[in-house]
């Protein structure tokens, strides 16, 4: 079958970029989430912060591009966790499990493609 729209195709390198932020979106919202709820989290202490601190990571590096495969991984990981533990904690999860299984499959693909245009990851 003939493509359509043939001059999209120049604008290929972008795929990765829109998912990238995509995800950097996601896991802000989550960070903010955490840390609005922290008087009601604040069991969790420490672990709280550095869940917070590593979604911050996760939101800077693949906004900027900078370290991105290395964010993605982390995306990757911390939306698996949060996928399987969403029904069990309802209020230390902020999103529904299906958001973080939909971050966690564009986590994979960034980890997989890299970074996209406007990053600054130089591919090895």
């Not at 495969?69 to 990981?77: C, E, F, P, R, T």
């Not at 299984?101 to 493609?113: E, F, N, P, Y």
């Amino acid at each position: 079958m003939l493509n359509p729209f043939p001059g999209l195709l120049m604008l290929a390198f972008l795929a990765p970029t829109i998912l990238r932020l995509a995800v950097a979106l996601g896991f802000g919202g989550s960070a903010w989430a955490h840390f609005a709820r922290r008087d009601e989290l604040k069991g969790l202490g420490f672990w709280l912060w550095l869940l917070i601190a590593t979604e911050i990571f996760i939101t800077l590096s693949l906004a900027m591009g900078a370290y991105a495969q290395v964010g993605a991984l982390l995306a990757l990981i911390l939306s698996v966790v949060y996928a399987v533990y969403a029904k069990k904690y309802p209020r230390a999860v902020p999103m529904c499990r299906g958001e973080y299984i939909l971050l966690a499959v564009i986590s994979a693909s960034l980890m997989l493609s890299g970074a996209g245009a406007l990053a600054q990851d130089l591919p090895l």
